[in-house]
C-alpha cells in the first residue's frame, strides 16, 4: 500500500510558479502510474496530469497544457508538478494519486494525497 504526501502549495500571485511534490512510502511506487488532480470550492476533482510508471508519457489537462509539467524521480518515490504562469482560476486544492494503470479519470486512482492548497491572488 502506497501512502502519498504532497507538498508545495501556498499563497502566489498570478503569473508566478509553484513546484508541488509528493513523496510516497512503499518498496511499489515505480510500479505506478501517477496522477495530480484538483479541487476548488464547490467544484468536482478534476484531472490536472498524468505520468506512467517509467515516465515515458505523460498526460495534461487542456487547461494547464503548457503551464504545468509533470515529473516523476523513482530513486526518491516522488512525483512533481511544475506549474507556471499560474492564474487565479487555478487555485484548488491539489492531491497526488497512484493508479496500476495510467488514467485520466479519477476512479482509476487506487491511492490518494490528503492535498495540499495552491492559492492564486489576482
Known amino acids: 500500500q502506497e501512502l502519498l504526501v504532497e507538498s508545495g502549495g501556498g499563497l502566489v500571485q498570478a503569473g508566478g510558479s509553484l513546484r508541488l511534490s509528493c513523496a510516497a512510502s512503499?518498496?511499489?511506487?515505480?510500479?505506478?502510474?501517477m496522477g495530480w488532480f484538483r479541487q476548488a470550492p464547490g467544484k468536482e476533482r478534476e484531472f490536472v496530469a498524468a505520468?506512467?510508471?517509467?515516465?515515458?508519457?505523460?498526460y495534461y489537462a487542456d487547461s494547464v497544457k503548457g503551464r504545468v509539467t509533470i515529473s516523476r524521480v523513482n530513486a526518491k518515490n516522488t512525483v512533481y508538478l511544475q506549474m507556471s504562469s499560474l492564474k487565479p482560476e487555478d487555485t484548488a486544492v491539489y492531491y497526488c494519486?497512484?493508479?496500476?494503470?495510467?488514467?485520466?479519470?479519477?476512479?482509476?486512482?487506487?491511492?490518494w494525497g490528503q492535498g495540499t492548497q495552491v492559492t492564486v491572488s489576482s
Open positions: 494519486a497512484a493508479a496500476a494503470r495510467l488514467g485520466l479519470q479519477a476512479y482509476e486512482y487506487d491511492y
Open positions: 512503499g518498496r511499489t511506487f515505480s510500479n505506478y502510474a
Open positions: 505520468i506512467s510508471w517509467g515516465g515515458v508519457s505523460t
